[in-house]
């Protein structure tokens, strides 16, 4: 009891002691295209709500091919144990493809899932966050367990994510230098994608690099480039 009692203060101090704004850019590279394109977020909290927004844009040699945006949009609550998400969209900016929207009813336990043109309900397990705000989630948490797992939901599905500790070690991003905690998603399943992040120990746990790889060998990279926070 004493345990489960000092995780909780831990997480709530976390939460509280996170910045109120922060504005983050990326740059997206792919193995053999190099720089395929820039992500730029932005998170804000104003008293227990939250709203975070990330817009990916095509560059270089994808540009030719694929002149578009993606937008993701995450807004919540921010809750003793960190981030409670309330609603969650994604679209592109030049086409309908792949629009979901999607609203957590943590009341019924289910969440609604919109896409395609079609609704449906999903059962929501608790602590499930979605695309965007699992990377901010990390700042809410204390990582000093060698596995951190949460529910994470694309919008149309929850999926449990388990990532494990893997190292500490020191990034070098063209937003400056940081000394990390490096944790790797664990997949049982082939078809499961792959994935792996650095945080950033002395700015908020905040992801500096995420390398991504997918079941068919598709390699992405995001690595900060620029961060401002308060």
Same mark, same amino acid.
């Given at each position: 009891? &004493?345990?489960?009692?000092?995780? =909780?203060?831990?997480?709530?101090?976390? !939460?509280?002691?996170?910045?109120? +704004?922060?504005?983050?850019?990326?740059?997206?590279?792919?193995?053999?295209?190099?720089? *395929?394109?820039?992500?730029?977020?932005?998170?804000?909290?104003?008293?227990?709500?939250?709203?975070i927004r990330?817009?990916?844009?095509? +560059?270089? !040699?994808?540009?030719?091919?694929?002149?578009?945006?993606?937008?993701?949009?995450?807004?919540?609550?921010?809750?003793?144990?960190?981030?409670?998400?309330?609603?969650?969209?994604?679209?592109?900016?030049?086409?309908?493809?792949?629009?979901?929207?999607?609203?957590?009813?943590?009341?019924?336990?289910?969440?609604?899932?919109?896409?395609?043109?079609?609704?449906?309900?999903?059962?929501?397990? &608790?602590?499930?966050?979605?695309? *965007?705000?699992?990377? #901010?989630?990390?700042?809410?948490?204390?990582?000093?367990?060698?596995?951190v797992t949460?529910?994470?939901?694309?919008?149309?599905?929850v999926d449990? #994510?388990? #990532?494990?500790? @893997?190292?500490?070690?020191?990034?070098?991003?063209? =937003?400056?230098?940081?000394?990390?905690?490096? #944790?790797?998603?664990?997949?049982?399943?082939?078809?499961?994608? &792959?994935?792996?992040?650095?945080? !950033?120990?002395?700015?908020?746990?905040?992801?500096?690099?995420?390398?991504?790889?997918?079941?068919?060998?598709?390699?992405?990279?995001? @690595?900060?480039?620029?961060?401002?926070?308060?």
């Open positions: 009891m &004493k345990i489960l009692l000092t995780l =909780a203060l831990l997480a709530a101090t976390s !939460a509280l002691a996170a910045p109120s +704004e922060i504005t983050a850019r990326y740059q997206l590279s792919h193995r053999a295209l190099g720089v *395929i394109g820039s992500v730029d977020e932005s998170f804000s909290r104003k008293g227990d709500q939250y709203s990330s817009v990916s844009r095509s +560059e270089g !040699a994808l540009k030719v091919f694929l002149d578009d945006e993606l937008v993701m949009e995450s807004d919540g609550k921010v809750t003793p144990q960190g981030l409670r998400p309330m609603t969650f969209g994604q679209h592109r900016v030049n086409s309908n493809k792949g629009r979901v929207k999607a609203t957590f009813h943590w009341d019924r336990g289910i969440m609604l899932s919109t896409h395609g043109g079609e609704s449906s309900e999903v059962p929501l397990p &608790k602590a499930t966050q979605d695309r *965007i705000s699992l990377m #901010y989630q990390f700042m809410n948490l204390p990582l000093e367990e060698a596995t949460m529910p994470m939901s694309n919008g149309r599905k449990v #994510y388990t #990532y494990r500790f @893997v190292d500490e070690v020191r990034v070098t991003t063209p =937003a400056g230098e940081f000394d990390t905690r490096h #944790y790797a998603r664990v997949t049982t399943n082939p078809k499961e994608s &792959k994935a792996d992040v650095w945080l !950033a120990k002395s700015h908020f746990n905040f992801p500096v690099r995420v390398v991504f790889d997918d079941a068919k060998g598709m390699r992405l990279e995001q @690595v900060l480039v620029a961060l401002e926070a308060r």
